[in-house]
């Protein structure tokens, strides 16, 4: 458990502190690319979801659906998740993997699991429950034979 808060810890300090290099690295390279393949910088792409108009100040009067800061937010993300993912957590489980090998496997048997538990008392109820009803039927037996034989000889002398 303390290990997962550890790297859980990890993880959010240095996506955080990454997060800058990969905004960087989003405006400066990406978007220009974007740019040189389009008319705008890709956060400024944009399409007006109504009717659109300026008005004379030169603010833009509607409703604007601002995709391209989506994007750029997007790619954002997912540079970022890779990043951590790829050089924090693949390293940090291989490790952890390597120490889980390095450690003596010991020569005690496996402690049976909580199925097998509940299977051998299921199985001790049967078998108890089993003898219990031979046994009354044995008993049975015993007590009524001597009266058989009695009703036996009763039936012979009269």
Do not use: H
């Not at 489980?93 to 909580?114: F, G, H």
């Not at 009354?136 to 009266?147: I, M």
Request: hydrophobic content about 45%; aromatic content about 6%; glycine content about 8%.
């Amino acid at each position: 458990m303390r290990g997962n808060v550890v790297e859980l810890a990890v993880a959010v300090v240095v996506g955080t502190a990454f997060t800058k290099i990969v905004d960087a690295m989003v405006n400066g390279m990406i978007n220009p690319v974007v740019g040189a393949l389009g008319p705008k910088n890709l956060d400024q792409y944009e399409s007006c979801l109504t009717t659109c108009t300026t008005n004379a100040a030169g603010e833009i009067e509607g409703v604007l659906f601002k995709w391209g800061m989506v994007l750029s937010a997007s790619l954002t993300f997912l540079i970022t998740a890779a990043v951590v993912y790829f050089l924090m957590i693949v390293p940090m489980n291989r490790y952890k993997a390597r120490q889980d090998a390095k450690k003596p496997q010991s020569d005690e048997p496996a402690a049976p699991t909580e199925l097998e538990l509940l299977t051998e008392i299921r199985d001790a109820l049967v078998a108890q429950r089993t003898a219990g009803s031979l046994a009354g039927t044995e008993a049975a037996q015993v007590l009524a034979g001597p009266r058989r034989e009695k009703a036996g000889a009763a039936g012979t002398e009269g």
